[in-house]
């Protein structure tokens, strides 16, 4: 993966690029000193990824990932900052990772793992798809703070979202998050690509392994890759097995 490191400042370059050093698959291509630097730079070495600081003189890393999506083959970003109050500006603009400084390795290497499997084509066929799978602006990722700072967690990563009191829970490949957003929402924001099952679930159906039934004739779900089964209601069961029988 090719990339591209900006930072106004010379000291978080040069770490990021001895962390860089030791990632397998990763080539450092180029370093800028702001925005606009950046923009300039993308054009000539065509990287992946970019490693973009937000608070930069001339141009600053917001205003430089809005004009990279505007791009046709854009490079994905990950923001890396001291100022954590930028995580939802970062995430409107579909960032696929936001780091705070000081930046520790084992999150910089689960950023990177995400982005190549986001890869240049990958970013663009999601784009084309959205359309067709939910609202034009759906969002690619879901935001939520947690003990390690602000995650973005793919939408397409997604198993389910559960509702559990007040909050969503957000079971993901790596784990679970905790969002505050309501189920009507995100159904209505995601359209096809979750389904609903129960009153407090909607579910990927690109995940379902298969139904089974308990000896007290409720239903429930079981999911590839992770040992978990959601209840399905009465009431949305013909649909998911229509589903089912259609993937």
């Known amino acids: 993966m090719r990339i591209l490191v900006c930072d106004d400042e010379d000291l978080a370059r040069e770490r990021l690029v001895r962390l860089l050093r030791d990632v397998e698959d990763c080539e450092v291509v180029g370093e800028a000193e702001n925005g606009r ?67 520790r390795r084992e999150q910089l290497n689960e950023a990177l793992a995400r982005a190549a499997r986001l890869n240049r084509a990958q970013l663009q066929q999601i784009k084309e798809k959205v359309p067709a799978m ?42 679970e998050i905790l969002i505050d957003e309501t189920l009507k929402e995100l159904e209505e924001e995601f359209g096809g690509r979750f389904l609903r099952v129960h009153r407090n679930a909607l579910l990927a ?34 649909h998911l097995r229509e589903k089912m029988q259609s993937l």
């Open 37 to 103: 630097d950046a923009l300039e730079k993308v054009e000539i070495l065509e990287p992946d990824l970019v490693l973009l600081d937000i608070r930069m003189p001339v141009m600053d890393g917001i205003a430089c990932a809005e004009a990279l999506s505007r791009l046709d083959n854009p490079p994905a970003v990950i923001f890396i900052t001291a100022f954590d109050e930028h995580a939802l500006a970062a995430f409107q603009v579909e960032a696929v990772g936001y780091l705070l400084k000081p930046v």
């Open 134 to 175: 939910g609202q034009p602006d759906a969002r690619q990722h879901i935001a939520a703070r947690t003990h390690r700072g602000m995650e973005l967690i793919p939408i397409n990563e997604i198993y389910y979202f559960l509702k559990k009191k007040k909050y969503i829970t957000v079971r993901h490949a790596k784990g």
């Open 205 to 238: 159906p690109q995940f379902l392994d298969g139904l089974e039934t308990n000896t007290a004739g409720q239903t429930f779900v079981r999911f590839k890759g992770i040992n978990e089964k959601l209840l399905v209601s009465r009431r949305h069961l013909s």
